[in-house]
C-alpha cells in the first residue's frame, strides 16, 4: 500500500520510493530485515528457502525474483552493477535515458544584461 514514512519517504505501490524525478545520489536508509516477512513486490512470505534481498536503490526488501536486475549506482562503493528490484530498474533506466537525451543548454540560456 502507498503512503508516507517518515523514515523511509514516500512509499509507491509496490514499496518503491517514489521519486521519479531524479536520480538519487545518496544510498537510501535499508529497512531492517525484522520489520518485513512479505516481499514488497509479489507479496510471497519469506522463509528459508525464500530469502530477504534488499533493493540497493529503495532500500525495500524483496525476495530474488524481483530483485533479479542490476544497475551501476554511483552512490554505492561496489564497481560493478548491484541488486535492484523491478520498479528501480525500470524508473533509473527511464532517468538515465531523460538525462542522456537532455540537451545541454549552457550557451542558450545565457543572456547579455548590458
Given at each position: ?20 524525478a ?14 518485513v516477512?512479505r516481499?514488497r ?26 530483485t533479479?536486475k542490476?544497475?551501476?549506482l ?29 540537451p545541454?543548454?549552457s ?8
Amino acid at each position: 500500500s502507498s503512503g508516507i514514512n517518515a523514515e523511509y519517504g514516500v512509499l509507491g505501490v509496490d514499496g518503491c520510493v517514489n521519486d521519479i524525478a531524479h536520480i538519487r545520489q545518496e544510498p537510501p536508509i535499508w529497512v531492517p530485515d525484522s520489520e518485513v516477512d512479505r516481499c514488497r513486490g509479489c507479496e510471497e512470505q519469506f522463509s528459508l528457502l525464500k530469502r530477504k534481498h534488499h533493493c540497493r536503490y529503495c532500500g525495500q526488501i524483496f525476495c530474488c525474483n524481483c530483485t533479479g536486475k542490476s544497475a551501476v549506482l554511483s552512490f554505492t562503493k561496489a564497481r560493478g552493477p548491484v541488486r535492484v528490484c523491478d520498479t528501480c530498474y525500470s524508473q533509473y533506466n527511464l532517468l538515465l535515458a531523460q538525462q542522456q537525451n537532455q540537451p545541454t543548454n549552457s550557451h542558450q540560456d545565457q543572456h547579455d544584461i548590458s
